[in-house]
């Protein structure tokens, strides 16, 4: 087990090869710059955009974002999208929020092993 | 992005059952980032953000936010989309059962829509307004309701032809969101038909008045027809109203298609079907008090409010349904105008698009102008002010028919022969044209975007001159010539150029006097305005007398159409009218220019300085864009001191310009009466200041 976050430490390890600030959860998210992100709300809608910035409160900024709503109250139901650009999900909207990565990233990178 | 949905084996976490239909890749899942974001937060310090090297914090301060209602147009409200609306009978067809409230609930719809056109009209967007109809939105299921469906679809092939119009004349960029469609479904099949289905419904309609009323009388009509609705009591009001309601819009649309042709070809068809609209509308307004009294209840609230004659909501109606197909920049909280004021725009409308019709075609431009600018005087909306503007300017010629060189031609009075002259392939000459064409598109549009064009556009024809005096100059730099086309030339060159002068200096009046018409100048500024304009009317004068005397040269070339030569000269001899009136205007202007000037200097009030801006600096910020076109020569702040500074009311006692101002006006009124001749008679129109001059005489 200690090999596989060893393995996964070093496999996302910084360029200047230091290994105790790859724990840490502010760069591990530095790390999710640029990488699609998925943040549903509060009122159903789904929005899917480049993750361009975090604050301090958890306000999320995406870039080319596209938005996805349901056309029916009931699920399922088909989804209809539409493209918004540069948008800000304040936190107290936020209901979940998922990055897309594959399988092996899943299991190292996004388990909040706060060390 | 793959179509595929998530592998949903993958999910460790249980991902909610709707993140199933948004795709991720081939390769990878949607994971759980939460519990990391969290964490990253509490690491943050105050103010420390998580961010890449693109970001930049002023171009991230225009980005949506999500839930806030003026930012995001996307926030689920009642309904989750028109289907989910119309599933849940948001827009039921038919409306009611009872056939008395569907025909009450069919012409609620039908008000409705005519505010919601009006406010469309006024500059929102059309999501907002006419199509927050869900019945229009999905026409097609209308289809069994006759009256609805023939009314839907000419207010579909209505605003069609109206966004065809605004779009062509290009004025809409100084109103936003008029042309934007974002996909609404403005192009329909069989709308070309409409008129036709309209034309059947009104007939049948038709035939149930004649039907209740020859039951009324007694007399029994060989048809058998079913009436409109089921209370014998209301249906001839019921019938009345949804008649001239019909016929409003058969004439409207008729309206557009006839203004439609080319070179005012449909002018003449287009007033009658005007005077009809008009009388429909009247029509349409008497119905109100039928439809507001047929029903026990009343509605509730200031029944001028209402957007409906009835005074009942319409059914089928909801603005927040399209907010999504409204550009994801801020939906405007907008006011559907009440259905009075609708009727009021729309009787404005047709009042302004009568004016146009009328109008005569004048060759000359002087007379167009005039005619341009007293139109604007009205304030008449875009969609008027696009239909003159596709009037006069078509395919690049004047009214589609004269070509613009031969315009100025003509308003340079050179003689008929010059008009086909090879000259004018010449790049400048061509430009010229271009000069006047746009010219005309720009006094076509609203009284603020016109100022800024005309003040850019003060440049182009300075530079223009300049060139065709190049140009004059390196040909006929000797005036030796003897060959007769060189002779016709030269002329051509004199009388453009002094021309484009006049030209000029009138397009740089237009831009003074808008900046009083749009509130532009504070009353401490007058002062310097009023010098500026009698410098710029100086020049003015100047021009249109030497292109007055320049016109009678060729028209005594031309030969003398009058016989009574003695008349003649003694004309000659006359200043003209055109140049009196401008003389009137420069005694006005010269004359409050010094009272303003003495009353700053005598009176300490008046002249207290600005905190912010020097009068220097207001006198560049106000006359630049004519500085630096030289609009007129020579004229600067120093000078504009020089005239004023020594202004006293002791020494102003012995000047009578307002006196004067009247005397010539006087004398003017008398000579327009009198000489028929359109360059003569009134270059700059009937519109004699007279108020102007009364005031300044009370002040006196």
């Known amino acids: 087990m200690e090999q596989e976050v060893g393995e996964s430490l070093i496999q996302l390890g910084n360029s200047d090869g230091s290994n105790s600030s790859s724990s840490d959860p502010v760069t591990r998210v530095r790390k999710l710059l640029f990488r699609r992100m998925l943040v549903g709300i509060k009122d159903g809608r789904f929005f899917l955009g480049t993750f361009h910035c975090l604050d301090k409160q958890g306000n999320i900024i995406l870039q080319d974002t596209i938005e996805y709503r349901s056309t029916r109250r009931s699920s399922p139901s088909p989804m209809e999208q539409r493209c918004l650009g540069l948008v800000l999900i304040p936190s107290s909207c936020q209901n979940s929020c998922h990055v897309d990565c594959s399988v092996e990233e899943q299991l190292s990178l996004l388990k909040a092993k706060m060390i | ?700």
């Not at chain 2, 003159?388 to 395919?395: G, T």
């Not at chain 2, 532009?520 to 007398?545: D, F, Q, R």
Request: hydrophobic fraction near 40%; charged fraction near 25%; charge should be negative.
């Open chain 2, 1 to 700: 992005m793959a179509d595929k949905p998530v592998y949903e084996e993958a999910s460790i976490d249980g991902q909610p059952p709707k993140l199933a239909s948004i795709p991720a890749s081939d390769t990878t899942v949607w994971a759980d980032a939460s519990p990391l974001l969290q964490a990253a937060c509490a690491g943050l310090r105050d103010g420390e953000l998580i961010h890449g090297d693109n970001f930049n914090l002023f171009a991230a301060m225009s980005a949506l936010e999500i839930m806030d209602p003026k930012m995001d147009s996307g926030i689920v409200c009642t309904y989750y989309s028109i289907d989910e609306a119309i599933e849940n009978g948001a827009a039921p067809i038919p409306i009611s059962l009872d056939s008395t409230i569907d025909v009450r609930c069919t012409i609620d719809i039908m008000d409705h829509l005519l505010a919601c056109e009006a406010a469309w009209h006024k500059g929102h967007s059309l999501a907002q307004t006419v199509f927050s109809c869900i019945y229009l939105l999905r026409l097609d299921r209308t289809a069994p309701h006759a009256l609805l469906h023939s009314y839907c679809r000419i207010i579909r092939a209505t605003c069609k032809a109206v966004v065809s119009v605004v779009s062509d004349a290009r004025t809409h960029e100084e109103e936003d969101l008029f042309t934007m469609t974002y996909g609404l479904p403005l192009n329909g099949d069989g709308d070309d038909k409409c008129l036709s289905i309209l034309n059947a419904v009104e007939e049948t309609i038709s035939r149930q008045l004649r039907a209740c009323k020859a039951t009324s009388s007694k007399r029994r009509l060989p048809e058998d027809l079913e009436p409109l609705q089921s209370n014998s009591n209301l249906e001839e009001g019921f019938c009345k109203a949804l008649l001239c309601r019909l016929r409003f819009r058969k004439h409207f649309f008729h309206v557009l298609s006839c203004m439609k042709r080319p070179q005012g070809r449909g002018l003449e068809s287009a007033r009658k079907h005007i005077a009809s609209c008009l009388t429909e509308l009247e029509s349409i307004l008497e119905s109100a008090d039928f439809l507001r009294s047929c029903f026990d209840e009343s509605c509730e609230g200031d029944i001028d409010d209402k957007t409906t004659a009835s005074g009942f909501e319409p059914i089928g109606f909801d603005a927040m349904l399209n907010s999504r197909l409204s550009a994801p920049t801020p939906p405007r909280a907008i006011k559907i105008l009440s259905w009075k004021k609708a009727v009021e725009y729309f009787v404005k409308l047709l009042h302004d698009l009568d004016v146009i019709c009328s109008y005569s075609l004048d060759p000359h431009l002087e007379s167009l102008l005039r005619f341009v600018v007293q139109f604007q005087k009205s304030q008449p909306d875009l969609v008027a002010r696009s239909h003159l503007q596709l009037l006069l300017v078509q395919d690049g010629k004047l009214y589609g028919r004269d070509p613009f060189f031969a315009v100025i031609n003509k308003a340079a009075a050179l003689p008929e022969a010059t008009k086909n002259h090879d000259i004018q392939k010449n790049e400048s000459f061509l430009q010229l044209g271009m000069l006047v064409m746009n010219l005309l598109k720009i006094l076509c549009t609203n009284a603020a975007w016109q100022r800024r064009k005309l003040g850019k556009f003060l440049q182009d024809w300075r530079v223009i001159y300049v060139q065709l005096e190049l140009a004059f100059r390196n040909e006929y730099g000797e005036v030796s010539s003897s060959s007769n086309d060189e002779n016709t030339c030269m002329k051509i060159f004199q009388h453009i150029l002094l021309w484009v002068e006049e030209q000029t200096y009138w397009i740089a009046f237009r831009f003074l006097i808008l900046g009083f018409e749009l509130e532009l100048y504070s009353t401490g500024e007058y002062c310097m305005v009023y010098w500026y304009l009698y410098a710029v009317l100086i020049k003015l004068t100047e021009k249109t007398h030497l292109m007055m005397a320049v016109s009678h040269d060729t028209a005594k070339r031309k030969g003398k159409k009058k016989k009574d030569s003695s008349k003649d000269l003694a004309r000659e001899s006359r200043i003209p009218p055109a140049v009196l009136f401008l003389q009137c205007y420069i005694c006005l202007a010269e004359g409050l220019t010094m009272m303003l000037a003495a009353l700053r200097n005598e009176i300490p009030v008046f002249h207290s300085p600005s905190p912010f801006n020097t009068e220097h600096e207001k006198f560049v910020q106000h006359f630049e864009l004519l500085q630096r076109a030289c609009i007129p020569d020579h004229v600067s702040y120093p000078s504009y001191k020089e005239s004023t500074t020594h202004a006293r009311f002791s020494t102003l006692a012995m000047y009578n310009y307002f006196k004067d101002a009247q005397r010539i006006a006087k004398e003017v009124k008398s000579s327009f009466s009198n000489d028929p001749e359109s360059r003569l008679g009134g270059r700059w129109g009937r519109n004699v200041p007279f108020g102007w001059i009364h005031f300044s005489s009370y002040l006196k």
